[in-house]
């Protein structure tokens, strides 16, 4: 038997949790938390709501970096792909967690 890994435990937590969020709408601002452990969060405005989402934490493609203000942003339940839509130009982007499950 395996120990237990509590890094990845808490990778594989997040990749659960992130693969079942969902949203449709525009990227307005993303910043590095400084509250809450410098997180990369994003807010994004789904019909008039604003909506804060953390999905990048611990996350490893480096999306987050190129992510745009403006740009248009597309998540469904059950999925890590995340689609943008930036000027002319649409993008696929799978997120990566690393999970070692």
Sequence with gaps: MEPIDPANSSTCQTEKIVKEESF???????YRDGKNHNYETITISCGGINYDSRLF????SGLFDSLV???SLFKEAGSLQIIIKSADQISEVD????CKD
């Excluded at 449709?24 to 993303?30: C, N, P, Q």
């Excluded at 934490?57 to 490893?60: G, Q």
């Excluded at 997120?95 to 690393?98: F, G, R, S, V």
């Design 95 to 98: 997120l990566m967690y690393n």
């Design 69 to 71: 203000i403006g740009d």
């Design 57 to 60: 934490v611990l996350e490893e």
């Design 24 to 30: 449709k709408g525009k990227l307005i601002d993303k």
